[in-house]
């Protein structure tokens, strides 16, 4: 019973590091005039295939290579805003329940995950938010890719300091999502690529 609390704990922390990802688009989308309400997002239950639309496509279409360059960019933003309040919230407050801490050192991994995955396996196989930005702007690419390794090494920094008590689900956890999100690309590259 408590590992599917910790399992039911994960999904959620996942859940809603995909939801501010979106929201992380949306809100830029929103500010450039695309979206009525910037909090409107799709997220699936299964996770897969997560958007920020609904989004006004012709106001869309309108948008300048760097408003465009931004919304690619604005999951990234959100995924490292919020893994930077999660630091803060955990070296701040003492957090005694088990399932809180949990939920926050998962919360704080996924983001940093999903950066991860978008900047260096994002850059190998060019889908969603970064094949946008590599349409734009290729000078970015190895960049980008750099910003990942960094972020990669802070990681498993971060790995190696969790509590024992939780550091088993997370890696398992954690490692799940990077082969789904992994085999992901490599799947949505192949299927793009017949189109």
């Not at 599917?4 to 830029?28: M, Q």
């Not at 992994?182 to 793009?192: A, H, K």
């Given at each position: 019973?408590?590992?599917?609390l910790?399992?039911?704990?994960?999904?959620?922390?996942?859940?809603?590091?995909?939801?501010?990802?979106?929201?992380?688009?949306?809100?830029?989308?929103?500010?450039?005039?695309?979206?009525?309400?910037?909090m409107?997002?799709?997220?699936?239950?299964?996770?897969?295939?997560?958007?920020?639309?609904?989004?006004?496509?012709?106001?869309a279409g309108?948008?300048?290579?760097?408003?465009n360059l931004?919304?690619?960019?604005?999951?990234?933003?959100?995924?490292?805003?919020?893994s930077?309040?999660?630091?803060?919230?955990?070296?701040?407050?003492?957090?005694?329940n088990?399932y809180?801490?949990?939920?926050?050192?998962?919360?704080?991994?996924?983001?940093l995950?999903?950066?991860?995955?978008?900047?260096?396996?994002g850059?190998i196989?060019?889908?969603?938010?970064?094949?946008?930005?590599?349409?734009?702007?290729?000078?970015?690419?190895?960049?980008?890719?750099?910003?990942?390794?960094?972020?990669a090494?802070?990681?498993?920094k971060?790995?190696?300091e969790?509590?024992?008590?939780?550091?088993?689900i997370?890696?398992?956890?954690?490692?799940?999502?990077?082969?789904?999100?992994?085999?992901?690309?490599?799947?949505?590259?192949?299927?793009?690529?017949?189109?």
């Amino acid at each position: 019973m408590e590992l599917l609390l910790k399992i039911l704990i994960s999904y959620f922390a996942l859940y809603i590091v995909i939801l501010f990802h979106e929201w992380g688009h949306s809100f830029l989308y929103w500010k450039y005039g695309c979206k009525d309400n910037w909090m409107k997002v799709t997220v699936k239950p299964y996770l897969f295939f997560s958007t920020p639309r609904p989004v006004d496509e012709e106001k869309a279409g309108e948008l300048s290579d760097k408003e465009n360059l931004l919304i690619s960019y604005g999951g990234i933003i959100a995924n490292f805003i919020f893994s930077i309040l999660g630091f803060i919230l955990i070296s701040q407050f003492s957090i005694n329940n088990s399932y809180i801490n949990l939920f926050i050192h998962q919360f704080i991994s996924l983001n940093l995950v999903e950066i991860i995955t978008y900047l260096v396996l994002g850059n190998i196989y060019l889908v969603s938010d970064m094949k946008g930005i590599a349409e734009i702007n290729p000078k970015l690419r190895p960049v980008n890719f750099f910003l990942g390794v960094i972020i990669a090494i802070f990681y498993f920094k971060y790995l190696l300091e969790l509590p024992k008590n939780i550091l088993g689900i997370i890696l398992i956890f954690n490692l799940i999502v990077i082969i789904c999100m992994g085999l992901g690309r490599i799947i949505f590259t192949y299927i793009y690529s017949k189109k």
